[in-house]
């Protein structure tokens, strides 16, 4: 049983309790919030795995709660809402979330969602240090720990969220190689690719703009009408 602890938040008792009763049937802890503060508070007295984000909330929406959180912690994020125009995904993802799912959904589905994010986000971190000398790859004053699930520009840390740190040591793995978006989507998320899906492209910019900022550089080319790389 995964004794991971998840913190979902949503205003609608009803969609919560339904999402908690799936998620401890799957053997996860489970804490529930009605609105941004309730989850910004809960959030501060426990350690969450992962936080289930609804947008439209009273006192707080997900989009702010979603905002704090990124300040400092790089928690995997699951927006959940019935916002389900092209733009607002954007907005939500470029706020900081890792994935995103459209309400009405299938539970089971948003289980799937729960148990991908959380093998892609804990995947390296959960792995102790082998000494392998693969374990990290430095592209000038980037370093990228694949055994700490860590970053550090010119010895500073870099914070990503576990999306971000992915798509980073995908491309960096392999100095040169261009990646079409669907092979970037297939890696990380390991979901079916759909040719709308604007998903890559949106963490893409906040990673650029990550490095960027730290940099001076952002690192990821684009190579139009074909995909993304990084040079060695």
Same mark, same amino acid.
């Given at each position: 049983?995964?004794?991971?602890?998840?913190?979902?938040?949503?205003?609608?008792?009803?969609?919560?309790?339904?999402?908690?009763?799936?998620?401890?049937?799957?053997?996860?802890?489970?804490?529930?919030?009605?609105?941004?503060?309730?989850?910004?508070?809960?959030?501060?007295?426990?350690?969450?795995?992962?936080?289930?984000?609804?947008?439209? /909330?009273?006192? /707080?929406?997900?989009?702010?709660?979603?905002?704090?959180?990124?300040?400092?912690?790089?928690?995997?994020?699951?927006?959940?809402?019935?916002?389900?125009?092209?733009?607002?995904?954007?907005?939500?993802?470029?706020?900081?979330?890792?994935?995103?799912?459209?309400?009405?959904?299938?539970?089971?589905?948003?289980?799937?969602?729960?148990?991908?994010?959380?093998?892609?986000?804990?995947?390296?971190?959960?792995?102790?240090?082998?000494?392998?000398?693969?374990?990290?790859?430095?592209?000038?004053?980037?370093?990228?720990?694949?055994?700490?699930?860590?970053? $550090?520009?010119?010895?500073?840390?870099?914070?990503? $969220?576990?999306?971000?740190? +992915?798509?980073?040591?995908?491309? +960096?793995?392999?100095?040169?190689?261009?990646?079409?978006?669907?092979?970037?989507?297939?890696?990380?998320?390991?979901?079916?690719?759909?040719?709308?899906?604007?998903?890559?492209?949106?963490?893409?910019?906040?990673?650029?703009?990550?490095?960027?900022?730290?940099?001076?550089?952002?690192?990821?080319?684009?190579?139009?009408?074909?995909?993304?790389?990084?040079?060695?």
């Amino acid at each position: 049983m995964d004794r991971r602890r998840i913190l979902i938040v949503d205003d609608d008792r009803q969609i919560a309790e339904l999402i908690e009763i799936y998620l401890r049937n799957e053997g996860f802890e489970t804490a529930k919030a009605q609105d941004g503060e309730e989850a910004l508070a809960l959030y501060a007295e426990a350690d969450y795995h992962l936080v289930i984000l609804d947008i439209m /909330m009273p006192r /707080m929406d997900g989009l702010e709660v979603c905002r704090r959180l990124r300040r400092d912690q790089a928690v995997p994020i699951l927006m959940a809402s019935a916002k389900t125009e092209d733009m607002d995904k954007i907005m939500g993802l470029m706020t900081g979330a890792d994935d995103y799912i459209a309400k009405p959904f299938n539970p089971l589905e948003l289980v799937a969602r729960v148990k991908s994010l959380l093998r892609r986000s804990y995947q390296y971190s959960a792995a102790p240090a082998s000494g392998n000398e693969d374990a990290s790859i430095v592209i000038g004053a980037l370093k990228i720990d694949k055994a700490t699930h860590s970053v $550090t520009a010119e010895g500073r840390p870099l914070h990503l $969220t576990s999306t971000e740190f +992915a798509i980073l040591h995908l491309l +960096a793995s392999q100095p040169g190689r261009v990646f079409s978006a669907e092979d970037i989507f297939h890696q990380v998320w390991k979901e079916k690719y759909f040719e709308s899906n604007n998903t890559v492209m949106v963490h893409i910019s906040k990673l650029r703009d990550k490095l960027e900022q730290e940099l001076g550089d952002k690192l990821i080319m684009t190579v139009w009408g074909v995909g993304y790389k990084i040079e060695g």
